[in-house]
């Protein structure tokens, strides 16, 4: 699977060796998996066992970010080897067996509304994310690839999806601790959504 998506980049093997160098030094890594492409869902059930067997031996993985792959201006899809999926039921899906999967081992599900926009990234935060991500400055892979949602979100809109869904904004560092003196104002910020059992 890596092989057709990352065609001679790095092989499962390798990078399982680095993270858990990394996590042993001290480093702590975020986690992710892509779907939406040629995948089936063996291949995400198999992808986030990898990830629960890492966590469980290091501990060093701080979020898990479901990033749905964008279609429209890929090789993959103009060889016919990608088909588009509409947006919705697979991307709650996702992030709700997420949750499931990693509960209690990885607190923190990180949606993305650069991939999926800010409505689904919004109602994603009640189908077991706690994390609406960052402001972002200027992101250019999911831009270049076809994603339509933008490269930057004003923090006050971050906060307000937050608040849509009746939870409680707060500001992250990059390892999700907890910053003080919050201010909805803040013109860049990563926020966290209060109010979910299990997360921050």
């Known amino acids: 699977m890596r092989e057709v998506l990352s065609h001679k980049k790095l092989d499962v093997a390798n990078w399982v060796e680095i993270i858990r160098a990394a996590h042993e030094a001290g480093v702590p890594t975020t986690s992710t998996v892509m779907y939406g492409h040629v995948e089936t869902p063996r291949h995400v059930a198999n992808h986030i066992d990898l990830l629960r067997g890492i966590q469980v031996e290091t501990g060093g993985f701080t979020e898990f970010v479901p990033l749905r792959f964008i279609w429209q201006e890929t090789k993959l899809f103009a060889e016919g080897r990608v088909k588009p999926v509409a947006q919705g039921q697979l991307d709650l899906a996702m992030y709700a067996t997420s ?13 993305s509304w650069v991939k999926i926009g800010h409505e689904l990234s919004t109602l ?4 077991g994310c706690n994390d609406i991500g960052g402001t972002l400055m200027e992101e250019s892979i999911s831009r270049e690839a076809g994603a ?19 939870r409680i904004p707060r500001q992250r560092n ?3 601790e907890l910053i003080d003196g919050f201010d909805e104002r803040t013109e860049t910020a990563d926020y966290v959504a209060g109010g979910w059992s299990g997360g921050s």
Do not use: C, K
């Open 124 to 127: 994603t935060l009640n189908a």
């Open 99 to 111: 949750r499931l999967m990693l509960r209690g081992l990885i607190d923190n599900i990180q949606t």
């Open 174 to 176: 990059t390892v999700y």
């Open 148 to 166: 339509d949602a933008g490269e930057y979100t004003p923090a006050e809109q971050l906060v307000e999806m937050v608040h849509s869904v009746g």
